[in-house]
């Protein structure tokens, strides 16, 4: 008998194209498993199946066999479960997407271990009776807001890293930044990296990774003094949109690491920085191709309150301007 807890399975019919072939041609040809997850799935009993038999990666398939994927339920041990608020947007038995607050850490790090979006998700498994290691898609800074996807198994979270590195996954962001964009909408391609003399800090530089943020502006406040930005991303490194909107002398407003205030601001500013209570920036947009449907998926978030006060506030400066 078989104690084992397994995940919902991720079914396939085959196809009369594939009638004859291996297994595993059928399944790296048709859901891209990769060399690692076939090797995974040989460890388990029934981990895989053909029309309800236990199959193995080297056997034939006929079409109209059913192959069933079958994966070891993961806990998600290294994660306290801790029961908190989470707002979600789309929730399968194979992706979660969540729409993340400001002031929350993603994954819990040394010497945080409670208080994070991971320690929530575990918990709202385990209340569900589910098991599931917790595997973001992508990450968010503590302090940036908006919506971010969570793969609920190993396959999931391969397919939609294998996404991100194509660039089929698009993510859109809104900043409010100081000063306003010159040109008013362009593309900034400039390769970054970790500052020598600071490791927690990413900066501009030539040996650094290629990394391209393409931005428009949206809105100018008080002639010029800032200014809202829509931003999309070809590639995701750390601190990419902070890094390079600071590198084109339009650090985020509230942005304590890359500029967006410090000693000496305008009064305007300062009641800026109060206002958003952290750097002015939100994941608005979230597109992506389901793994299992084939399905093309956008989840959006609103401007959360703070950053709704915060435009509120420069709208105000175009009222002293006239």
Known sequence: M????????????????????????????????????????????????????????????????????????????DVLPQEMP?????????LLVLDKPAGIVVHPTKGHYVNTLAN????????HGKAHRFRPVHRLDKDTSGVIAVAKNAYVHQQLAEQMKRGRIGKRYIAYVRGAPSPADGTIDAPIDRDPAAPHLRI????????VTHYRT?????????AKVSLTLETGRTHQIRVHMRHI????????LY?????????????????????ALHAAELELTHPMTGERMIFASPLPDDLLRLERLLKSLDDRES
């Not at 501009?204 to 990394?211: A, H, K, L």
């Not at 949206?218 to 800032?226: L, N, S």
């Not at 002398?249 to 942005?255: E, K, N, S, T, W």
């Not at 500029?259 to 750097?279: E, F, N, T």
């Open 259 to 279: 500029g967006g205030h410090g000693a000496g601001d305008p009064d305007w500013l300062a009641a800026a920085v109060k206002s958003a209570g952290r750097q």
């Open 204 to 211: 501009v530089t030539p040996d650094g990774y290629p990394s």
């Open 120 to 127: 929530g998700v575990v918990h709202h498994w385990l209340k």
């Open 218 to 226: 949206e809105a100018v406040y008080g002639g010029g003094r800032a």
């Open 86 to 94: 989470l707002s979600i947007l789309h929730e399968d038995p194979h």
């Open 249 to 256: 002398g339009c650090p985020l407003i509230a942005d304590e």
């Open 2 to 77: 078989d104690d084992t807890v397994y995940s919902d399975p991720i079914e396939l019919v085959v196809q009369p194209a594939d009638d004859g072939l291996a297994v595993r041609t059928v399944l790296q040809k048709r859901l891209g498993v990769s060399r690692r997850l076939l090797t995974r799935l040989k460890r388990t009993k029934v981990g895989l199946t053909v029309n309800g038999r236990r199959a193995f990666t080297s056997d034939r398939v006929s079409a109209g066999d059913r192959i069933a994927l079958r994966m070891e339920a993961e806990a998600a041990d």
